[in-house]
């Protein structure tokens, strides 16, 4: 297999040195750089009231990071469908792809993104999503689907057929992924013959079964012959191993924290969170942070890119989706990341087929 090509998976992270502003504008940067760079695809995750995560609404953030780039496709990664009405997703998507034709992508997920009282908020706030949003999914799935089509979809109401469009003159359609860490929606976009992402970035574990159950029982359909999906990785790239593994001590703190109800806050500096792990982690934490440590890429441009490759050789994919999760140094300009640039300046001349 041949070098996979290389994509973004970006969370908008908040440092302790930042206001939502300057992480908007870091991530407008990292964007223009994996533009500049070659780089296939940029993703942004929906995830809500969490200090440390600023991407809370995918298609603001893309109409913003795909005006300020020229060709990179630009997608969400994803909207968790459960806390939108479908006919919202699909007009959000259908007007981004109308101002940005070819370039926008709909990745789609079912879990809440949040915690049970922002999802509460979220679902029924403003009149709110059914309580069966979640059993509903597929279902949900099909309407952002059929009405993003030019021709829309019929709802019956009082015996009489009402035609929903999600834009008034379509003529091309987002691309749109399925996305999951279980093997749930791998069944599902199987089923309905669409492209299917596993969360490998997230969870770790369960990658080859659940991307062995997608191409095994997947069902061709008009717009997809084969099976598609690609591999998602945390990578933290520096000139040294050694500089690579301080950089990701951080965001290897963020997730132990996530991981072990822990509270959350803004992401360390890296000197921050190098006195955190002097003072001693909990007992059990070391050893979770060392597990998701030997899970991530970390390391110099050689051993990372080697690693990458091998990643998607073991996997059969042709693309891989970078988390770049290397932390800032105090002092850093508030509004920029050069590390997470760094590392896909790094993986991008290691690895060189973009």
Do not use: C
């Not at 998976?9 to 940067?29: E, F, G, K, Y």
């Not at 803004?266 to 921050?272: G, K, M």
Request: cysteine-free; glycine content about 10%.
């Amino acid at each position: 297999m041949s070098s996979p090509a290389l994509s973004v998976l970006d969370l908008v992270p908040v440092r302790s040195d930042q206001t939502s502003a300057d992480a908007v504008a870091a991530s407008v940067d990292l964007a223009r750089a994996a533009d500049r760079l070659g780089y296939r695809r940029y993703w942004v995750a929906e995830h809500h009231n969490m200090p440390a995560v600023a991407a809370t609404n995918p298609p603001v953030l893309i109409g913003l990071l795909a005006g300020r780039t020229e060709r990179i496709r630009v997608g969400s990664g994803g909207v968790m469908l459960p806390n939108h009405a479908p006919l919202v997703v699909a007009e959000q998507f259908a007007l981004l792809e109308a101002a940005f034709p070819g370039r926008i992508d709909l990745g789609i997920g079912r879990a809440p993104g949040t915690d049970p009282v922002t999802r509460w908020a979220l679902r029924h706030g403003a009149g709110g999503v059914d309580d069966n949003a979640v059993e509903r999914f597929s279902e949900y799935v099909d309407n952002v689907l059929a009405m993003m089509e030019p021709d829309g979809v019929g709802l019956a109401v009082r015996g009489a057929t009402h035609v929903l469009k999600a834009t008034p003159a379509a003529r091309s359609v987002p691309a749109i992924w399925l996305l999951g860490s279980s093997d749930y929606s791998a069944r599902l976009a199987a089923e309905k013959g669409m492209p299917y992402v596993f969360a490998h970035h997230f969870s770790g574990s369960g990658t080859a079964e659940a991307l062995d159950l997608y191409r095994s029982t997947f069902q061709p359909s008009p717009e997809l012959a084969e099976p598609r999906t690609f591999l998602t990785v945390n990578a933290a790239v520096a000139e040294t191993e050694e500089q690579a593994q301080l950089l990701a001590v951080p965001q290897l703190l963020q997730m132990v924290a996530l991981r072990t109800g822990q509270p959350l806050t803004a992401q360390r500096l890296v000197e921050e969170a190098e006195q955190v792990v002097a003072a001693g982690l909990p007992e059990g934490h070391a050893g979770l942070l060392a597990a998701m440590r030997r899970r991530w890429v970390i390391g110099d441009p050689a051993g990372a890119g080697a690693e990458i490759e091998q990643l998607a050789s073991s996997y059969g994919v042709d693309e891989v989706m970078i988390n770049p999760v290397a932390g800032a140094l105090a002092g850093t300009e508030p509004g920029t990341a050069p590390a997470r640039v760094r590392t896909l300046e790094l993986l991008a001349s290691s690895i060189g087929s973009l």
